[in-house]
């Protein structure tokens, strides 16, 4: 494991980032301007949007909300991050990424740093106040074996998946620290040639993490010292085939099934031990959602396509649906 820049520090994660920031990347988007939103424009007393546009091309499958009501979804296509306002419906492409970068799973923290999955064996961490890259991880060889794929922040570290190895990777968030490789052990399967862990969160108490293995469909909970994995039992469903976003509020634990076109809705008990399903979302717009995050009384998702061209032409869509 090979970091980019050196580690960073506390009071402000943002500030002290901020010194290091990475090389402008070049321009290579390749993707269209987004129409404007299908709603009218948010005036007081009128309902926000729920369906959102994204640039033609844009693959996206990543989307998060931070302390503010804007969303940031990333791109397959080349590393780019959309930001829209909810409240309007309005976007734009607020990073351009690069040709040859991927971004996929996000999450943004208090200070404003995005922190983003890059498939290739990279994480990165984007100051959202500048625009600017000012971090970058190099957690695994860029090669077909590894699959960086999402990333949720727990503590003093960001936690990534690789989807085809069974190893989480803790980023440091402060200046202290290395990047952190964690085994994963105990009822941990390990599937070959296919998508193995995706979605991550933390659990209520703070002291582990929650896994999904989108094949065969499991939830685990990871111990964050020794990465025994504990298999979470279901009931009321037989398993979360094709889980691939976590989204946890509360003991609340939503599971974005995206080939299945739905979110199941689970509680937890006080150990994230059981995870009973309580509900399932589905909604006509939904095309392969893959992940979620949440404003208020709403949930917003972005439509990967996967079973549609995915070609620059392609049209693309965020949708937000009641909670």
Known sequence: ?????????????????????????????GAGTAASATAAQNTRGAAWPTEFPLPDGFLPEGITIGEKPYAYMGSRANGAVYRTDLRTGRGEVFYEGAAGTVAVGLKI?????????????????????SRELVATYQLTEATPAHFINDVTLLGERA???DSRDSVLYGVPRGRRGAVRALPL???WVQTPGVINANGIADTPDGRALIVVSSSPGKLYRVHLKTGHATEI??????????????LRVGRTLYVVQNRLNKVSVFHLDAKAATATLRRTI???RFDIPTTAARWRDRLYLVNARFTSPQEPTTTFNAVAVPL
Do not use: K
């Open 1 to 29: 494991m090979n970091r980019s820049h050196q580690d960073h520090s506390q009071p402000s994660r943002r500030t002290v980032l901020g010194g290091a920031t990475a090389a402008a990347l070049a321009l290579a988007t």
């Open 109 to 129: 923290d208090d200070d404003g740093l995005l922190y983003i999955a890059g498939n290739t064996g990279v994480a990165r961490i984007l100051d959202t106040r």
């Open 159 to 161: 936690w990534f998946t």
């Open 185 to 187: 052990g105990g009822d």
């Open 233 to 246: 039992t279901l009931v009321g469903a037989g398993d979360v085939l094709n889980g691939d976003g976590l």
């Open 282 to 284: 589905t909604d006509p």
